[in-house]
Every structure is written in C-alpha cells, then in structure tokens.
C-alpha cells in the first residue's frame, strides 16, 4: 500500500508540474527570470517533461510484478490491435497537420506572420477528432495488459489528458471565439463519431449509390 501511495504521490506531482509549466503565465515568468530561455522555451519544457518522466517509468519497470487485473485475451486480442493501430495512425495523422518543429521547440514560433493567431486548421485527422494525439495517447495506456500500479497509471493519466484536451478548449474558445464553437459542433473532441460517419460515407457510400 505504501509503495502504491508512493507512486500515486509521483504522478500526480508530475501531472501538476508538467500542466503548471505549459502554462503561458509560467513561462512569461521563467522567461523574464531566466533569458536565456527566450525563444527556446518549448525545447526547454519538452526535454524536462521527457528527463523528469524516465525516472517514473523506471521506478514501475522495475517493481516487483503483481497480478494483472486486465488482461487482453483471445477474442479481445483484435480489440487490442485494433487500438494500437488507431492510436498509431492518430499519432501519424496528428504529425501531418501539426506544426511539429515548433511544436517540439526546434524552430521558435514564426514571428513574420500578421498579428493574430494562425489559422485554425480542421483539415486531415483534425476533421475526424479534435484531439487526436490526447485520444492516441488513452488507446495506448489502456491497449496494454495491466496490474493494480498498472491500472493506478493508467487512471491517472488518462484523467490527466481528459483535463488537458478541456483546458485546452477552453485556450481555443479564447483565442477563436465562434469559429471554434462551430467547430465543435462538427466535429468530436475525443470520441469520434458524426465525423467518421461522413468520412466512411464520402469514401465508400457513393458506391452504393444509383
């Protein structure tokens, strides 16, 4: 029980910290105190998001294994594939329409362009699911056989990106007001559904028609 604490404790720290500092207001800061960080603020935050994450996923790997408690077996096996191969043409899909070089903070943001914020983009992925890398990431973390820690993680990180994709609409909403509203009505958040109807109905059901 201790140990299970422990490791409830360590995400939910890690969690805080890591929305903490992709706020906009924590990094106004930390930019002002150090400045060295200006322009490369993203590069920054992903590599401590990724170095401070290693020592957890160490520290689980290494754990005595327990019992599993959702194990993906027989029929459920397609299932499984069946989500990893979403979540892996989400990821792929999310990388084509994402600005991805600034997103990881190898090219800082593009200074040039007209005041204002960028064009919203709902094309690709983006016109089947809002958030296609938040609802990657829940097929991964429960597409996997798990034990009571793995379950713990699993729970908590999923709620963690439930409350990141929110926060992060309401980010859009600021910035694009009813554009983003319209969008929403249109297209799912997390669990696609009107979308993918009429993508599979672009695609195949002219076929079936006389």
């Not at 069946?82 to 990881?104: D, Q, S, T």
């Not at 296609?132 to 820690?149: C, H, I, K, Q, S």
Request: net charge positive; charged share 20%.
């Amino acid at each position: 029980m201790t140990e299970l604490l422990s490791l409830t404790g360590a995400w939910v720290l890690w969690c805080g910290l890591h929305s903490l500092l992709a706020s906009s207001a924590a990094q106004v800061r930390l930019e002002r105190r150090f400045p060295v960080l200006a322009g490369r603020y993203r590069l920054a935050y992903n590599l401590f998001a990724t170095l401070s994450i290693l020592p957890l996923l160490c520290w689980q790997g290494r754990r005595p294994a327990s019992p599993l408690l959702l194990v993906w077996a027989g029929p459920w096996e397609v299932l499984r594939a069946a989500a990893w191969v979403a979540a892996a043409a989400l990821f792929w899909g999310g990388a084509r329409v994402y600005p991805l070089r600034e997103f990881c903070g190898l090219r800082p943001p593009d200074r040039s362009r007209p005041e204002g914020p960028p064009p919203l983009v709902t094309k690709g992925v983006l016109g089947v699911v809002r958030h296609p890398w938040y609802l990657a990431g829940l097929l991964v973390l429960w597409g996997r056989d798990l034990d009571r820690e793995g379950l713990l993680t699993a729970g908590l990180l999923s709620a963690y990106l439930v409350l990141g994709a929110y926060l992060e609409e309401r980010r859009l909403l600021r910035i694009y007001g009813p554009t983003y509203r319209r969008y929403q009505y249109q297209v799912a958040g997390l669990v696609p559904g009107k979308a993918l109807l009429h993508l599979l109905e672009r695609r195949f059901g002219s076929g079936r028609r006389h």
